[in-house]
């Protein structure tokens, strides 16, 4: 900073001194030495002619010898002033440059800061414990007496729980889960879960205690579930809050999937329905 000024100040002492010079030779010519009137007498000797003329050249002289000083003068101002502009130009562009280093590194702060805070909060996962999709897969193909019709109804049942996979306790506000049988990915219609967990707050690595949900479906739909024909999906949102205030959410989706003799809850991603945000 003490450099620039001192910069600065002998740009302006330079230019100052240049000014007061074009100034002053300006002055001088503008001092054209006056010639001396001369009566219109008959009686002019020749010497006077003679001092007229050589008065006559001094005075041409001097006007030419400062306006070659006027030019080297205008020409010099003229140089100052580009260099004044160059350096104006240089120091404009170092101050940008300054100014976008110090927003590249306060981005690169608050990027860092969010990064200890990502890696810091609280993750929850659902965890499948357990479900009933295989009993129901088998149950409805047995011969019942008297016979069942494709309408009976027979329940499935899952269970489940959350686990926080983060490095800090978290705080589970609300959850809402939901299920359905269908061809295709379904978008996901909730029903708020209203039962209590035994404990809110769940600590780094611990898990909540399992949760229970059940959905009746008919004997038609568990016979299509199990030729792959259509599928059981369920799906879930859990609100918590992290221990630095912050409210957050994990979505979960499911869909079923038999092979040989096992039926089995995959995960699945279905636009923003599987995520942890």
């Given at each position: 900073?003490?450099?620039?000024?001192?910069?600065?100040?002998?740009?302006?002492?330079?230019?100052?001194?240049?000014l007061?010079?074009?100034?002053?030779?300006v002055?001088?010519?503008?001092?054209?030495?006056q010639?001396?009137?001369?009566?219109?007498?008959?009686?002019?000797t020749?010497?006077?002619?003679?001092?007229?003329?050589?008065?006559?050249?001094?005075?041409?002289?001097?006007?030419a010898?400062?306006t070659?000083?006027?030019?080297?003068?205008t020409?010099?101002l003229f140089?100052?002033?580009?260099?004044g502009?160059?350096f104006?130009?240089?120091?404009?562009?170092?101050a940008?440059i300054?100014?976008?280093?110090?927003?590249?590194?306060?981005?690169?702060?608050?990027?860092?800061?969010?990064?200890?805070?990502?890696?810091?909060?609280?993750?929850?996962?659902?965890?499948?414990s357990?479900?009933?999709?295989?009993?129901?897969?088998?149950?409805?193909?047995?011969?019942?007496?008297?016979p069942?019709?494709?309408?009976?109804?027979?329940?499935f049942q899952?269970?489940y729980?959350?686990?926080?996979?983060?490095?800090?306790?978290?705080?589970?506000?609300?959850?809402a889960?939901?299920?359905?049988?269908?061809?295709?990915p379904?978008?996901?219609?909730?029903?708020?879960?209203?039962?209590?967990?035994?404990?809110?707050?769940?600590?780094?690595?611990?898990?909540?205690?399992?949760?229970?949900f059940s959905?009746?479906?008919?004997?038609?739909?568990?016979?299509?579930?199990?030729?792959?024909?259509?599928?059981l999906?369920l799906?879930?949102?859990?609100?918590?809050?992290?221990?630095?205030?912050?409210?957050?959410?994990?979505?979960?989706?499911?869909?079923?999937?038999?092979?040989?003799?096992?039926?089995?809850l995959?995960?699945?991603?279905?636009?923003?329905?599987?995520?942890?945000?």
């Amino acid at each position: 900073m003490l450099r620039r000024i001192r910069y600065n100040a002998l740009w302006f002492a330079l230019f100052g001194a240049l000014l007061c010079g074009f100034g002053f030779a300006v002055w001088q010519a503008s001092t054209v030495p006056q010639l001396p009137r001369h009566t219109a007498e008959a009686s002019t000797t020749k010497s006077q002619e003679n001092e007229i003329k050589e008065r006559e050249i001094s005075a041409t002289e001097t006007i030419a010898h400062w306006t070659v000083i006027l030019g080297v003068f205008t020409a010099l101002l003229f140089g100052t002033s580009l260099g004044g502009l160059y350096f104006i130009g240089r120091a404009d562009r170092t101050a940008r440059i300054s100014a976008d280093a110090a927003t590249t590194a306060a981005t690169a702060s608050k990027k860092s800061a969010d990064s200890a805070f990502e890696a810091e909060r609280a993750r929850f996962y659902v965890v499948i414990s357990g479900h009933t999709l295989k009993w129901l897969t088998d149950y409805v193909e047995q011969s019942f007496r008297p016979p069942r019709g494709d309408e009976s109804p027979v329940d499935f049942q899952v269970s489940y729980k959350f686990r926080n996979y983060g490095k800090t306790p978290g705080v589970i506000t609300e959850l809402a889960i939901g299920c359905k049988v269908a061809e295709e990915p379904v978008d996901p219609v909730f029903t708020l879960k209203l039962n209590e967990f035994s404990e809110w707050m769940i600590g780094a690595g611990d898990t909540t205690s399992d949760q229970k949900f059940s959905y009746q479906m008919t004997f038609a739909d568990g016979r299509e579930i199990r030729r792959n024909r259509k599928r059981l999906w369920l799906y879930g949102r859990l609100y918590y809050d992290d221990a630095f205030g912050n409210h957050r959410e994990h979505r979960f989706y499911f869909r079923s999937v038999r092979e040989g003799d096992s039926c089995l809850l995959q995960p699945y991603r279905y636009k923003n329905h599987h995520q942890n945000n």
